[in-house]
């Protein structure tokens, strides 16, 4: 029983030292963070333009006109 626990043990430790690898990754990459130029932009003009648009505009369009157009069965009285 012993050995149960301390395999759960040693599997929390290597999920948290990989978690803390992939977000120490993360941070030295620079994904989805404000430099001081960002910062200055956004006081100054109120917004900032991002390098790539991460939403397709016209995909989402098509998503919500294919949702709205399908057609739902009115709910049975109780």
């Known amino acids: 029983m012993?050995?149960?626990w301390?395999?759960?043990?040693?599997?929390?430790?290597?999920?948290g030292v990989g978690y803390r690898f992939r977000i120490r990754g993360e941070l030295e990459r620079g994904s989805?963070?404000?430099?001081?130029d960002k910062i200055r932009r956004?006081?100054?003009?109120?917004?900032v333009e991002l390098d790539d648009d991460p939403l397709d505009m016209e995909e989402i369009?098509?998503?919500?006109?294919?949702?709205?157009e399908e057609r739902w069965d009115e709910p049975e009285p109780w």
């Open 2 to 4: 012993t050995l149960v």
């Open 32 to 36: 989805g963070s404000l430099s001081d």
């Open 6 to 15: 301390m395999g759960l043990g040693l599997l929390v430790v290597v999920a």
């Open 61 to 68: 369009e098509r998503a919500e006109e294919e949702f709205w």
């Open 42 to 47: 956004i006081v100054e003009r109120g917004s």
